[in-house]
């Protein structure tokens, strides 16, 4: 490490890691045991006062660790890179779901209209969230989506054929396109070198 502040990050180029979904294969909400596990270790972190007014106790909850008030894995993959200009995310497991969401809760003008959505792999586990991704149902919205896989809009194509899911890939009201990419190229994505 140096003390060259060529290396330092200014605020204004930052990157925001969210990890919608990390685990493997399965999307697997945590069980009742956990959510009283953790239930109680909150509640014992804030000296179990809840006579507090639901907005105070909702403030000290959120400022607890991590590991006290929230969760890790459930969802299957999805990470998103915020660099505040572009929407990159990393796969489309059963997270990309509560990425949308939390899309929509934005205010209408907010919100992104363009996606980039690199996929690791076709496996289920990695696409499983799209059909549930509400961008993709809304026109006006544009998504790309890449990989290094030549069966790519195969996959995402066929898990919403019947009898898997209600709705077909046709049907949704954003514009989609399928990008290949080919191995040991460089590509400039978004602003970002791939």
């Not at 991704?133 to 026109?139: D, E």
């Not at 998504?143 to 898990?159: D, K, M, P």
């Not at 949704?172 to 978004?190: D, H, K, M, T, W």
Request: proline fraction near 8%.
């Amino acid at each position: 490490m140096t003390n060259d502040s060529s290396y330092r990050c200014s605020p204004a180029h930052m990157l925001k890691v969210v990890f919608w979904g990390t685990c493997g294969s399965l999307p697997s909400p945590i069980g009742e045991h956990a959510v009283l596990s953790k239930l109680h270790a909150a509640l014992s972190a804030l000296g179990a006062d809840t006579a507090l007014p639901v907005e105070e106790l909702r403030a000290r909850i959120l400022a607890l660790p991590f590991h006290v008030r929230g969760t890790y894995g459930g969802n299957t993959s999805c990470v998103q890179l915020d660099d505040g200009e572009h929407v990159i995310l990393c796969d489309a497991g059963s997270g990309l779901r509560n990425y949308g969401a939390d899309v929509m809760g934005q205010p209408a003008g907010t919100r992104p209209v363009e996606y980039h959505l690199f996929i690791s792999h076709p496996h289920w586990d990695h696409i499983q969230g799209f059909p549930f991704f509400t961008p993709a149902y809304l026109p006006g919205n544009r998504i790309t989506i890449y990989g290094g896989h030549a069966c790519l809009e195969s996959v995402f194509r066929l898990q919403q054929q019947p009898p898997c899911f209600p709705v077909p890939f046709g049907a949704l009201g954003a514009e989609i396109r399928f990008e290949v990419l080919e191995p040991n190229q460089s590509y400039s994505i978004a602003g970002y070198d791939v």
